[in-house]
C-alpha cells in the first residue's frame, strides 16, 4: 500500500518562507501527477500546485509566481517552495497523488496524506 507523509509546515510570519516535503512509501514503481491541496477552517478544500511524472506544472492565480512545486522521482518526493506567505495561506495542506503503481502491479488511486499545518501570523 501506498502511504504520504508530509513534513515542514509551522508558524511562520507574513512575507517568510516555507518548504513543505511529501514523501511517498512503500514499493512504489512509479507514481502520476502529484499536488498539493490546502483547506483553511470553514472552507472547501482548494488545489494549491500540480505536478506530472513528467514535470509539467500548474497553479493557481491565488499562488502563482509565490509558490514552487517539484518533485524528486528517484525518490517519490514532492515539494512546496512557498514564498511571500500571506495570512490568507493559512491552512492544512495535504499531498495528494492522482495514482500509483506498485512493484507487485497493484494499483492505488486517489491517495492523500494526513495533512500539515501551516499558519502565517505575526
Known amino acids: 500500500q501506498v502511504q504520504l507523509v508530509e513534513s515542514g509546515g509551522g508558524l511562520v510570519q507574513p512575507g517568510g518562507s516555507l518548504r513543505l516535503s511529501c514523501a511517498a512509501s512503500g514499493s512504489i514503481l512509479n507514481i502520476n501527477t502529484m499536488g498539493w491541496y490546502r483547506q483553511a477552517p470553514g472552507k472547501q478544500r482548494e488545489l494549491v500546485a500540480l505536478i506530472t511524472s513528467g514535470g509539467t506544472t500548474k497553479y493557481p492565480d491565488s499562488v502563482k509566481g509565490r509558490f514552487t512545486i517539484s518533485r524528486d522521482n528517484a525518490k517519490n518526493t514532492v515539494f512546496l517552495q512557498m514564498n511571500s506567505l500571506k495570512p490568507e495561506d493559512t491552512a492544512v495542506y495535504y499531498c495528494?497523488?492522482?495514482?500509483?503503481?506498485?512493484?507487485?502491479?497493484?494499483?492505488?488511486?486517489?491517495?492523500w496524506g494526513q495533512g500539515t499545518l501551516v499558519t502565517v501570523s505575526s
Open positions: 495528494h497523488a492522482d495514482s500509483a503503481t506498485m512493484m507487485n502491479m497493484r494499483w492505488y488511486s486517489d491517495i
